[in-house]
């Protein structure tokens, strides 16, 4: 494979590792996960990165002690380009490997959140720490945000996206880091989650006739939903990321075993495609699912409010930033195919006003959160390189 570089700029493989297996040992579970403590001590390490080279370096105040920290390389143009990754992993319960060793063992680095996602966090800050050591003076601002809170409610990214709205016309895009195997995500899906509650009345199991059992309720409750994906999905299907899905991922109801249920919740995790709203979503969804009452009088159901909603991503491939990083990507990876995925990031954040991003990083999205998680180190260097030649690719 091609190295990227220049005069004086060049990452060295090594030290894009040591980077990366610095950042695994140190614990930064979401505090909304067991055991979490948050992210201040890899912040702290970003803040002691960029003093260390002698670059600005601002902490944004997110929430109580988290915090956004942004480190910037000067360059030769009032352009920007952004890199983003978010700093914050999922809960290390059921690992079977030491969570914070980040053992390089045949050519992976081992631990939590080494795919998911340190790697690309490394990647980023060791294509800036060989222009800034190597005298290099980029043709635009580099600047890097490592946020907090990406795995739960997106906090982080949010706080940026409204601090970078007002001057977003100055950003040439953003760079979004996450496991994608070196490919460009250019666009995504969002969310919305919600409940469905369906009340019956609780008698004795041994008499059910008499009262009206919330369980068996939802059931057509589920059947329409099932209905509902099956003939209202696949004519809004988008090019990149398929139609629309809904899953119904958790379900609750019963007291006791010799009782009718008067209660049953389920949980609706509904996923939209770039074009569609969030909250338009969930209006529809919940008007239709209001209107099975009138089929059925013994049908009493409550749609709440969204708890969590997050946004699709639909940025151009012929975006400038999308040219920039699968030209250099193309060059150094012999591939970088422009695709979709089913997850959402903090890049719909960025898009949303109006900062072109694309999601991008090495590692495969499957190792995320899993027990024995990994990353390929040959990876995360050639991820350290492209992005190194997608900054110098501007002049």
Known sequence: MERAGTAGAE?????????????????????????????QAVGEYVKRFFRRLDLPCEVQPVEGSRSNVIGTLPGASPRTLLLEAHMDTVQVQGMGIAPYGAELKEGKVYGRGACDTKASLAAMLAAVEALALGGV????????????????????????????????????????????????????KGCCRFY?????????????????????????????LREYGRTVYPPLAHPLTGPPTHCVSLIEGGVAPNTVPGFCRITVDRRTVPG?????????????????????????????????????????????????????????????????????????????????????????????????????AGEVIRAADIILDTILSYS
Not at 16 to 35: A, D, T
Not at 160 to 174: E, I, P
Not at 296 to 323: C, G, M, N
């Open 137 to 188: 003076r980029p043709p635009l601002n580099v600047q890097l945000a490592a946020v907090v809170d990406e795995e739960i409610t997106y906090r982080g990214v949010s706080a940026l996206a409204a601090a970078l709205k007002d001057k977003a016309g100055s950003y040439a895009g953003a760079i979004v880091g996450e496991p994608t195997g070196l490919e460009l995500i250019a666009a995504h």
């Open 196 to 224: 469905v509650d369906v009340q019956g009345i609780s008698v004795h199991s041994s008499n059910p006739d008499l009262g009206i059992n919330a369980i068996d309720k939802m059931v057509d409750v589920l059947g329409y």
């Open 11 to 39: 990452v060295e493989g090594g030290r894009v590792i040591e980077i990366l297996q610095e950042l695994v040992r140190i614990p930064s579970i979401n505090p909304g996960f067991p055991g979490g403590m948050g992210e």
């Open 276 to 376: 569609e709203e969030p909250l338009e979503v969930h209006r529809a969804m919940k008007k239709r699912l209001e209107e099975l009452q009138l089929k059925d009088p013994r049908l009493k159901l409550a749609v709440s409010a969204p708890f969590i909603i997050d946004y699709a991503l639909d940025t151009a491939v012929e975006a400038e930033v999308v040219r920039h990083l699968q030209s250099s990507a193309q060059r150094l990876n012999g591939q970088a195919r422009v695709l979709g995925a089913a997850y959402c990031s903090d890049a719909s954040k960025l898009a949303r006003v109006g900062i072109p991003a694309v999601v991008f990083g090495p590692g495969d999205i499957g190792q995320a959160h899993t027990a024995d998680e990994w990353v390929e």
